[in-house]
């Protein structure tokens, strides 16, 4: 246990300070496995949605007869969505957090030189300005300044510091060493933040990359051999209690794990295309390094007092660490792969080429003390026959083979990397040309790296070059693919009309990434764009699973115009019900073609602040107010402010506030409304007929259906005269009309069997009738209204409503009056409305008016009636012109 917790006997501040860097290890390799996205770090790029309004015909307008169902739809909207393969944007925020890591480490690891002797120091110092000098902060420029400000600034600080430290405070405590270097970093970022460079964070992170990269490098090969000490301590440990058999049992633990490398190896040289990975590299990486903060303890022993372990060692490597984690997450969250293959090519040669070496020297020196059962780790660094030294340097020297196997391609990688990280930056700033050109120059040096190639097709795409954007998506789904790239190319293939190629492009994709919900999502709606509605299904519904609300409503809207309303109603109930607005629009159509408008709130985020609608947005709306038209009398009313936002959408909008109007509100406002719509040309006008007509035959208003209906030649309007002609008692006539539907191409049996049913049909009992028992037992001034709400037109509830609001004390007259005007704008042949209209003109005392009333009583009435009313008006006609005489 005294091997496992060393700093035990440390000062309390180191202690503090060692328990403080192992958070942070731990916290940090945490951070960049989760970024990393354990498999490939181009699936944390994030996804861009285009979203596509398609148009649906909804039933908005049905009356049932028996034996007949008369519909007239009106054109609703669903939203389908699919993926777009997004600019591969740099995440500035998190890179720069690993950035803070790496300088983190930077400190600890000068803290640390500051404490050896002469010659290390210098040597360590010079390694350190060596690198900051090709990280060019002459980049950050501070105007009226020598451009080489920064690098001449920062070195006389972190050098002044360290000498300081070596040469006149050598007893300092380390963790005060550490503060310090950390105080200048942040005094460096200070400085590079508050300059006049465009990003200027950003700009010394991608600059700096070989002040991160090199000590990165370095790091993992000093740490190649860490886990055969740990396979050694397994093996000879008393806690395992292995004794005699642990030669054995480290043979073969030492044979898989050279196995594991040697796969590792051929993978990346692409040797051999095994296509097995049994343990993956970063595991390899974060092991060595992690145990490596224990083993090395017993390699800085065996340097005979030239590295300290508790004043230099541990510090050292514990900041080396800590700045390769954050050039790993650099390059995880930047996607830069030939950076992150050239950290996977460095980790697999330097454990194989170490470790091999590493294991012969175990050979040499320590059989015998294996096949006595002792504690060999104990003694691991302290050879007897073969020089450590020569083991190292030979190991060395077989790392840097396999690289030159490689025709030092990771090298290649390392430059393509740079270049990507400068790309990025400006791409950041939108220079785009010079962002194309640092592009450009990391393909020469890595010709199918993945980052590259994708940036270089949105750059593409971005310019309208859609030729270059689908050779450059070709390349980078070639080595390294991404789930975006074969997006991306099936949306350019399809753009272009190559459905067959888009359609080859994302199975591919498909099957590199089985699970990619974004892949299947556009592979289903490929689908149904070739009317292949159960493909389309299918893959959608694999896609459900994985990316949620997108798929789930596409499903909604492809299968909206291919199965029946009863089983669309039994695929949407068996779905999760999303969060999505695209989903909540959909599944509003779905409810609207089934006839289910069960009472809903509208959704807040339906709409935005300045109530512009996106195509989400506008399709909720649509379908909402087709869905709930009934249930919400304020519709119409938020629907008008909506509109009033949104000129480019507004005939449909408009049609919408009038069905919620005419359904929930005001119907004498949604006919006005729809009337104007009317009014114009274009191709919507029979379609505002058909309304219209649909609208006056569910009032009763059978003269002004004919009257529509009659003015469209299109079925519905052949049907729609013909019903309204059979109800106002002319059934020969509507025969007669029905035989116009064989131009439309109706036979004769289909024609015949309207006749039997539309002559045939009978009145639907009216909910006016109900309402008037109720308002007269209520007899309160809400139920007539109620009344009047669900048909304004109609006489009798006119007339009752006239009667309860002259009876009030004191009289509503005026009110009665404005009741029956509001009637006959749309109801102008009915004599009792005339009747009611000439005796609110006599008790108002206008005269002339009641006289021009008559003439429409005599006109519409039956001549008994007009006989019995006229009597009656004369007689109140002379009692006002007798009290109009008195008066005077």
């Not at 974060?286 to 007092?305: K, N, V």
Request: hydrophobic share 50%; proline share 3%.
């Amino acid at each position: 246990m005294k091997e496992l917790f060393f700093w035990r006997v440390w000062s309390p501040a180191e202690r503090r300070m060692t328990l403080f860097l192992f958070g942070l290890i731990l916290v940090s390799l945490a951070g960049a496995v989760f970024f990393s996205g354990l498999l490939y770090p181009g699936q944390r790029v994030a996804w861009d949605l285009v979203t596509q309004l398609q148009e649906r015909l909804v039933p908005a307008n049905r009356i049932d007869f028996e034996g007949l169902r008369f519909e007239v739809p009106v054109p609703s909207a669903y939203v389908t969505g699919q993926f777009a393969a997004p600019l591969m944007m740099p995440d500035v925020i998190t890179s720069l957090a690993f950035m803070l890591l790496a300088l983190a480490g930077l400190s600890t690891v000068l803290a640390g030189l500051t404490t050896l002797s002469r010659f290390w120091f210098l040597g360590g110092m010079g390694i350190f300005i060596l690198l900051f000098v090709f990280s060019r902060t002459e980049m950050i420029a501070f105007a009226g300044l020598p451009e080489r400000i920064v690098l001449v600034s920062a070195l006389l600080c972190f050098n002044g510091v360290a000498y300081y430290f070596h040469a006149f405070r050598p007893h300092t405590a380390l963790v005060t060493r550490i503060f310090a270097f950390a105080g200048l970093s942040a005094l460096l970022l200070a400085a590079v933040f508050f300059s006049g460079t465009a990003a200027p964070l950003y700009t010394f992170l991608v600059y700096s990359l070989p002040l991160w990269l090199v000590p990165t490098l370095v790091f993992l090969v000093v740490c190649a051999t860490e886990i055969i000490y740990g396979l050694v301590w397994v093996a000879t440990s008393r806690a395992t209690g292995m004794g005699k058999k642990s030669l054995v049992n480290l043979a073969v633990m030492l044979l898989i794990y050279l196995l594991v490398l040697v796969f590792a190896y051929v993978g990346n040289t692409r040797m051999a295309t095994w296509g097995i990975v049994l343990v993956p590299v970063y595991f390899l990486a974060a092991a060595a390094a992690l145990i490596g903060l224990f083993g090395f303890r017993l390699r800085c022993e065996s340097t005979e007092g030239q590295l300290p372990f508790r004043s230099s060692g541990f510090w050292i490597y514990s900041g080396l660490m800590l700045i390769s984690i954050g050039m790993t997450g650099i390059a995880v969250i930047a996607a830069n792969d030939p950076l992150l293959e050239l950290l996977e090519d460095t980790v697999v040669n330097a454990q194989l080429g170490m470790g091999v070496v590493f294991v012969f020297y175990i050979v040499a020196n320590f059989v015998p003390l294996f096949r006595n059962g002792l504690q060999v780790h104990k003694v691991l660094y302290k050879p007897q026959n073969f020089s450590l030294t020569k083991a190292r340097i030979i190991g060395f020297g077989v790392v840097i083979g396999l690289f030159s196997m490689q025709n030092l391609f990771p090298v290649k990688q390392g430059i393509a990397g740079y270049f990507n990280g400068l790309g990025d930056r400006h791409l950041l700033t939108e220079e785009y040309v010079l962002a194309e050109q640092y592009y450009r120059m990391s393909l020469q040096q890595a010709l199918q790296n993945h980052k590259g190639n994708y940036a270089l097709a949105s750059l593409a795409r971005i310019q309208g070059d859609n030729s270059a954007a689908v050779f450059y998506y070709r390349q980078a789904t070639l080595k390294k693919p991404s789930p975006q790239a074969y997006v991306g190319l099936g949306n350019l293939l399809a753009h272009d009309n190559l459905y067959f190629e888009a359609m080859f492009s994302l199975k591919e994709g498909a099957r590199a990434f089985p699970g990619n919900g974004q892949i299947l999502n556009n592979l289903g709606m490929l689908y149904a764009k070739t009317n292949l509605a159960d493909s389309a299904y299918y893959f959608l519904h694999l896609a459900e699973k994985e990316a949620g609300d997108v798929p789930a409503a596409n499903i909604l809207g492809v299968l909206s115009g291919v199965l029946e309303p009863a089983e669309l109603d039994s695929v949407s109930n068996a779905m999760k019900a999303g969060n999505d607005l695209v989903w909540a629009a959909n599944r509003l159509l779905v409810s609207n073609l089934t006839g289910k408008r069960t009472p809903l709130e509208a959704r807040r985020d339906a709409i935005r602040k300045d109530s512009l609608l996106n195509a989400a947005g506008y399709a909720y709306w649509l379908n909402y107010a087709y869905n709930q038209a009934g249930n919400d009398s304020l519709l119409a009313a938020k629907l008008k402010r909506i509109v009033g936002k949104n000129n480019a959408m507004s005939d449909d909008l408009l049609l919408a506030t009038a069905h919620a109007d005419f359904y929930g509100g005001d119907k004498t406002n949604a006919i006005e409304t729809v009337l104007t719509l009317a009014e114009g040309e274009g191709e919507q006008v029979s379609l505002y007929r058909k309304v219209l007509g649909h609208w006056f035959l569910q009032l009763g208003l059978y003269d002004a259906a004919i009257g529509f209906f009659s003015r469209v030649s299109e079925p519905e309007g052949v049907i729609g005269e013909a019903i309204a002609q059979s109800l106002a008692g002319n059934q020969s006539v509507a025969a007669i009309i029905l035989e116009r539907l064989k131009a439309s191409g109706y036979d004769s049996a289909r024609v015949a069997a309207f006749q039997d049913r539309v002559v045939s049909l009978k009145k639907l009992p009216s909910k006016s009738d109900s309402l008037l028992v109720l308002a007269r037992s209520s007899a309160t001034e809400g139920a007539y209204r109620a009344l009047l709400r669900h048909n304004p037109f109609d006489s009798r509830a006119v007339a009752e409503t006239v009667a309860f609001l002259t009876r009030q004390k004191p009289s509503r007259t005026e009110a009665a009056y404005q009741v029956v005007v509001n009637a006959l704008r749309f109801n102008d042949k009915s004599p009792v409305l005339w009747e009611q209209y000439v005796l609110l003109n006599l008790e108002l005392g206008l005269l002339n008016e009641a006289e021009e009333g008559m003439e429409n009583v005599r006109k519409y009435a039956a001549e008994a009636d007009y006989h019995r009313f006229f009597t009656h008006y004369q007689q109140i006609r002379s009692l006002k012109q007798k009290e109009r005489a008195e008066f005077q």
